[in-house]
């Protein structure tokens, strides 16, 4: 079933598009069966590798899941949240409608989630626009040579160092040596209009630390925070990593300079194991 979007210069039918994208259309249903470690088992649902479903646990909580592979006729799904309290024949739906996040020049000044939902307590996204997770990548062809600098705002970096725009650059280095200052000094130098900050594995006094000490007010109005702690389940870590590039991309296409940071690299590799 498809929705055209009805065009009419008077009524803005955005926002009600929007809220079909997220409609459910068709409930599947099935039932756990087994759980081993962070793993669950479901049957009784016909679902593609990758997609979605929601486990209604008995506490009242609905915990969303992705299905990661298959035992003969059953489902693997890793949650992306914590399942405490999940019990045998717990109802299993799956989702028709993509994952999306909302996205929009609201975006900047707060903190997400690794699902795209807020935590700063400054109430829901007020975004116009919906984006779907693990867009492709652009034509190899397609993309822009890089021929122009981007200063950092460090002197260091931008006189030895220096970085165009579109390169990707490491920075290597053991722990309690200032990267995280360094991230911090680069978000509210450099020349680009948007940060985009992803902080995966971190520990949660960290993360604070980061967002009051570091980052600072000035360099948040002009960033988007995206955070998975250690804390987190390994899948919401990886995922953190896909919302924060989607986010990023979201801002390319409008056009932004945009600058992309994560820390760390190896936390988001050692989640994928």
């Not at 360094?182 to 006094?205: K, Q, T």
């Amino acid at each position: 079933m498809t929705v055209s979007k009805i065009e009419d210069p008077l009524i803005d039918f955005d926002k009600f598009h929007s809220a079909l994208d997220e409609v459910n259309l068709m409930e599947c249903q099935g039932s756990v069966v087994r759980v081993s470690g962070l793993k669950v088992e479901s049957t009784g649902l016909k679902v593609g590798l990758g997609e979605l479903c929601g486990i209604d646990i008995r506490d009242g909580r609905r915990v969303l899941a992705e299905v990661v592979g298959f035992h003969d006729d059953n489902l693997i799904l890793l949650p992306l949240e914590h399942i405490e309290g999940i019990s045998p024949a717990d109802r299993v739906t799956a989702r028709t409608t993509p994952r999306y996040i909302t996205v929009g020049e609201d975006l900047l000044g707060r903190v997400l989630n690794g699902l795209g939902e807020p935590i700063d307590n400054k109430g829901p996204l007020r975004g116009t626009e919906k984006k779907a997770f693990d867009a492709k990548s652009p034509p190899p062809l397609s993309r822009e040579k890089i021929t122009r600098p981007l200063a950092l705002g460090i002197r260091s970096i931008d006189g030895l160092l220096t970085c165009g725009r579109g390169q990707r650059v490491g920075i290597f280095s053991g722990s309690g040596v200032g990267k995280s200052v360094l991230l911090g000094d680069i978000a509210n130098s450099s020349e680009a209009d948007v940060n985009i900050v992803a902080l995966i594995g971190e520990r949660g006094r960290e993360v604070r630390e980061f967002l009051e000490e570091n980052l600072g007010a000035r360099g948040l109005a002009r960033s988007v925070v995206i955070v998975a702690a250690s804390d987190s389940p390994p899948i919401q870590r990886v995922k953190a990593a896909f919302v924060a590039v989607t986010v990023a991309e979201y801002f390319r296409d409008e056009g932004k300079n945009v600058l992309f940071m994560m820390d760390s690299l190896t936390r988001f590799a050692q989640a994928q194991r």
